[in-house]
Nanobody
Framework: VQLQASGGGLVHAGGSLRLSCAAS????????IGWFRQVPGKEREGVSC????????FYSDSVKGRFTSSRDIAKSTVYLQMNSLKPEDTAVYYC?????????????????WGQGTLVTVSS
């Protein structure tokens, strides 16, 4: 199982970015994929989860209405479209998987992590 996140960068507040998480070694139509973010000194926060069972997406309150997750099973890729970005969205973003279902805005089980991609939102 491998996950590779990409798409981070520097953007002004109010701008948009799309992160990608390329998966290999398993099939997206079984496993849930979560997006997490972390800033130094804080716990890793689950911001979005897309269910493996039915493709439904769930979001944390901090990003609801601004972020959208989706998946392309044929490309084995999950996306996180981030709009109306705020400086407080600045973090290293990770994708992760490990189970079939979401528990709120994170997979019920997490046992595989991708490397992070840095998102910086300037004010």
């Amino acid at each position: 199982v491998q996950l590779q996140a990409s798409g981070g960068g520097l953007v002004h507040a109010g701008g948009s970015l799309r992160l990608s998480c390329a998966a290999s070694g398993f099939t997206l139509d079984y496993y849930a994929i979560g997006w997490f973010r972390q800033v130094p000194g804080k716990e890793r926060e689950g911001v979005s989860c897309i269910s493996g069972v039915d493709g439904r997406s769930f979001y944390s309150d901090s990003v609801k209405g601004r972020f959208t997750s989706s998946r392309d099973i044929a490309k084995s890729t999950v996306y996180l479209q981030m709009n109306s970005l705020k400086p407080e969205d600045t973090a290293v973003y990770y994708c992760a998987t490990g189970g079939f279902y979401c528990s709120g805005s994170r997979p019920q089980v997490v046992d595989h992590w991708g490397q992070g991609t840095l998102v910086t939102v300037s004010s």
